[in-house]
């Protein structure tokens, strides 16, 4: 069941991004040379809260733009809140940076997609520069979860 919930999640999530990008989050490039794409993490599962870290990014000659965001579903019977914290790192540079932190007061079965307040910019791209986004969830008075990361190279345009 994990499996298929991942599979719609990543299929909805990137359905809403209205991003021309193979699913394999390769990049693409669009009339103006400007490359894009949404790198999501697999889905993982807290109890009853299964959660997935994804971001996008658009690069010009020089830099990058990137977008973190996540996806939260609620399993169980009943409303859940849920705390999340998203950091990022540019593994050039190795140190890990706060990207945003919240709430979010789940439904039961509800699934929701939430985007990072806190745009960020990579001074550099080119294929020697991957970009790392990380993300942990909790609920109730549980610990925090295991962290869960996708990653990928920001190439120029």
Known sequence: MTALLGMSFTAS??????VTASRSGS???DSNGIMSS?????TSGYGMIRYQVCFRYNCDSNSCNVLGYLGLINTATTARTVAWDMDYRLQTTGTLKHDDDGFATLAAGE???IYSDNPQVSPICGGHVQWVQYLV???GSTD???QISTLDTLFCA
Do not use: F, H, L, M
């Not at 999530?13 to 209205?18: I, L, N, T």
């Not at 949404?38 to 697999?42: A, I, R, V």
């Open 13 to 18: 999530v990137a359905a809403a991004e209205s």
């Open 27 to 29: 990049p693409q490039s």
């Open 137 to 139: 969830v909790r609920y």
């Open 111 to 113: 699934q929701r997609t």
């Open 38 to 42: 949404p790198k999501c993490s697999g």
């Open 144 to 146: 925090w979860s295991s």
